[in-house]
């Protein structure tokens, strides 16, 4: 394995790339990647080097915000086959029906969706600021926020807009059960419990923080306490760890696993790296305009 990643780390070189891993990947990805973080993030990172290639170690949506951010970079996605089960083929037929029949209806879509539906949205945002997306749409325009309905539903929450809120999920925090989490925090009465956004309403009632991917590194490392519950997808424990040697961390259930954040491996990636294949590239028509509802969520403070 050491010779592998010294023959990746090489080949990096010479190709002027950048690796990059979602906090989902597993442990030894991370290890390898340059920058590793949320989805989002992790393209915005991309975007700011000089690197001639990208190295996304993660899922395609993910992929392709990078190569929309990045058009003049070959952007490889090690693990061809690494999809999202938020969604399925049928969600952008459905966008494109929704956008015909309420053309004036604003649709924000979670960044973790397909391009072809960030082009027909309006605006993107993240789990980090979807708040802050919404509070910034006027008063008097109808909001429509898709796919992920957990959280369309914590940003109603947190916003009192009147939001449609779409019927996707995300499985691996949706199915999260009130039974799991209960007996995890009865096995560790003091630990605070830090959540994803897409979990669902009546979990999120038990949580102590609400947050992204890294609102919740970034809240159990500048937390006093130093044993917490994590409600979020399971790669996440090792930035924890590596982090906060000295905190302990508890899975909510062991079932908050993303087989697809689990495609990627060594083998991929040098063979990515090799022949600079497989690539994502988003047809420019639009890529432009997905850029323009990234963009558009980009504007707002905070971001
Ligand atoms: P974030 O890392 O943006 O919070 O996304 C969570 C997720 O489910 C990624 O697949
Ligand atoms: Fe999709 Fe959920 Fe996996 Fe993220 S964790 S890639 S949203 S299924």
Sequence with gaps: MEDLVEKIHQLKRQRRAVILAHVYEP???????????DSFALSQQAAATDAQVIVFCGVRFMAETANILSPEKITLLPAADAGCQMFDDRLLAEVQRVRQAQPDACIVSY???PAAVKALSDICCTSANATEVIRSLPEDREIIFLPDGNLASYVKEQTARPIHCWSGGCPVHANLSLQELTAVRRMHPAAPVLMHPECRPELRQQADYIGGTMGIVRYAQQSAET????ATEQGVLYPLQERCPDKKFYLASPRMLCLNMKKTSLEKIYTALDTLEPRIIVPEKLRKQAAKSLHRMMEIKGR
């Design 27 to 37: 442990p030894e990805i991370q290890e390898l990647a340059d920058f590793t973080g």
């Design 111 to 113: 960044v973790n969706t």
């Design 227 to 230: 044993e917490f519950i994590i």
